[in-house]
């Protein structure tokens, strides 16, 4: 490893690690709150919402996320939306992931045992008590444990948003890699700040799930 490339680009990987940062920060926040807004709706007793919610599901799902951060950014403009290239990605990742982060919401709330529910109802709560102080509890370290994979997933999405011209750290990359003639090399830096971002996400998950335990076992 040329220890003169790794002097010189470092100061360029870490600004742009700032913004990998930034963008799956951003996209997270988005995220939660269409996530939240879509498992609302597939508890819902009205059809239609859970309807529109498991559409909506299906199709984030089932097509590309590089086909979808290309509707926006280049779509967009068609129908007055003219996004930044950051602004782009953040949207598209975020509504992106929070399809998939409702399913791991989802996945944990049905994971409790049905019979919480039925003892919760039978002395008097209503079903929304019944979800706060008694459901979601239970749940929280599945859907912790959800969030932080869907959390590594979209810091590695993050990626894309360089053939949109978000200066990331692939984009970074890809620039050094031209005027170096280095890919091994420059690739390799970009990966292992990949690796230290992604290490970070999975030591604080990993603490989060942690703190639930400890609340549950104590409340046991």
């Known amino acids: 490893m040329d220890i003169a490339l790794i002097e010189r680009i470092f100061p360029f990987i870490v600004q742009s690690g700032w913004v990998t940062i930034q963008l799956t920060v951003v996209s997270l926040l988005i995220g939660l709150v269409v996530a939240t807004v879509l498992v609302i709706a597939r508890f819902s007793r009205f059809k239609p919402f859970r309807w529109f919610a498991t559409g909506y599901v299906s199709i984030m799902r089932g097509t590309p996320l590089l086909v979808q951060l290309f509707l926006v950014f280049f779509g967009g403009p068609q129908f007055g939306l003219d996004f930044s290239p950051f602004m782009a990605g953040v949207i598209t990742m975020g509504f992106n992931i929070g399809a998939y982060m409702s399913e791991g919401i989802r996945g944990a709330i049905l994971a409790v045992d049905k019979g919480q529910n039925e ?102």
């Not at 959390?151 to 949109?164: G, M």
């Not at 005027?179 to 690739?187: A, L």
């Open 119 to 220: 003892a919760a109802r039978s002395i008097g709560f209503g079903r929304f008590n019944t979800m706060r102080l008694f459901i979601l509890p239970q749940a929280a370290p599945l859907m912790i444990r959800s969030l932080g994979v869907n959390t590594i997933i979209l810091t590695k999405s993050t990626a894309l948003v360089s053939t949109i011209g978000v200066v990331e750290l692939t984009y970074s990359a890809q620039r050094f890699v031209t005027s170096t003639y280095k890919p091994f090399e420059v690739f390799t830096i970009a990966g292992i700040a990949y690796i230290v971002i992604i290490a970070v996400i999975s030591m604080f998950v990993r603490g989060m799930e942690t703190f639930f335990n400890r609340d549950r076992r104590a409340e046991a």
